[in-house]
C-alpha cells in the first residue's frame, strides 16, 4: 500500500465493529447501529486500490510524488513510508509523539519537530552511525522488528552524557552532531563544573564567530580552534602593519616576512606584497592573543599556513 492505508484500515474497522463514530446529530454510532441503507451505501462503495508492488529504488520514486494534505514528504517521513512496519510503528510511538513528555528535554539538543520526524531521523541516524550503517540499512535490517531498545537506549545514552558533561544549556546545542561527539568524547571524564566554567568564559568571548563550535572545542581540550572561528584581523590593521614591517625590513635589508628572515634560503631578503602575506597572532588566540594590531604580525602565506591556524 502506498498511501491511505491507515484511512482503508479504519474503514474495514469500522465495519468490524471496531469503534463509534458520533454521526450528525450528535450521537455515538458504531456499524451495527446505523440505519440499513447507510449500512449498505458503505458496503456498496467502491475503494478504488492500487497495490504496487517494485524495487526500493521505485518505491521510493513513487513516494517523492505523493503529498501529504499538500505538504511532502520529507526524507524521514519517506523512510517511515518505504520501511513501515513494527519497528516503525514503535519508534513513532516514542519519537515522533509531541505529547511525550521527554520531548522538551530532547528539544534543548535536538532541533526540529516530532511530528515532521526529527527526532526519529536524529535517534535513528545516531544508532545507525554508532554500528557503521547508513539511516536507510539500520531501518532495512530493523524494518520487522518488535522492539526498539536499541535505538531508544542508545538515544538515552546520548542525551544523559550531554545533559551530564554540560551543565547549562545554550541554545547552540540544538542541533548538534551529539551522536559523533559521543563516539568521539564519550569515554572520556569530564569535570563538568570545569566544562561549564569553560563554556562560559568561550560565551564571553567576542573573538568567537561560531558559538555552536565551543562544545566540541571543549570536549577535545580546546586545542582545535577552527571550530570557532575565531575573529580575524581587519583590512586596515593588516595594511597599517604591513607598512610598518616593511618599512623596517627593507632599512635592515631583511624580509619583511620575520620567519623568511631569520632563515637561510632565497627568501632571506625578498621583500613580499601585501597580497602575497597573510596577517597572524603573535601571541595565539587560544592563549590570551586579542586580534587587535599590537598581536598582528604579516607571515608570508608559506610561513603563515606553516604556523598553522594556533
Ligand atoms: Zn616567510
Partial sequence: MLDGQQRITSIGRFVTGKFSVIDENGYMQNFNSLTPENRTKILDSNL????????????????????????????????????????????????????????????????????RQDYLSTALSWVAAAKGQ?????????????KIDELKTYFSTVIDWVSGVFFDVEKEMQGLEWGRL???????????????????????????KRRSGIFEYVLGGEVDTKLLEVRVFDEPTKK???????????????????????????????????KEMDA???????????????NCQMLCKTHNQSKGNK
Avoid at 186 to 208: C, F, N, T, W
Avoid at 248 to 271: E, M, R, Y
Fill in 48 to 115: 478504488l486500490v492500487y497495490h504496487c508492488k517494485g524495487t526500493e529504488s521505485e518505491i521510493k520514486e513513487w513516494f517523492k510524488t505523493i503529498n501529504i494534505a499538500g505538504v511532502p514528504l520529507n526524507e524521514q517521513e519517506l523512510l517511515n513510508a518505504i520501511y513501515s512496519g513494527q519497528f516503525v510503528t514503535l519508534a513513532r510511538e516514542v519519537f515522533s509523539n509531541s505529547q511525550n513528555s521527554n520531548i522538551q528535554k530532547w528539544s534543548f539538543y535536538i532541533k526540529g519537530a516530532a511530528n
Fill in 182 to 208: 559521543y563516539e568521539k568524547y564519550g569515554k572520556q571524564p569530564y569535570d563538568s563544573a570545569k566544562v561549564s566554567e569553560s563554556v562560559r568564559r568561550l560565551y564571553g568571548d567576542a573573538y568567537i
Fill in 280 to 294: 597572524d597572532h603573535v601571541t595565539a588566540w587560544s592563549k590570551g592573543g586579542t586580534t587587535s594590531a599590537d
Fill in 240 to 274: 597599517s602593519v604591513y607598512h610598518r614591517q616593511t618599512e623596517t625590513a627593507k632599512a635592515a635589508g631583511t624580509s619583511n616576512c620575520p620567519l623568511c628572515a631569520v632563515g637561510h634560503d632565497a627568501n632571506k631578503a625578498k621583500i613580499w606584497e601585501l
Fill in 134 to 146: 547508513t539511516k536507510e540499512e539500520y531501518m532495512s535490517a530493523h524494518r520487522h522488528d518488535d
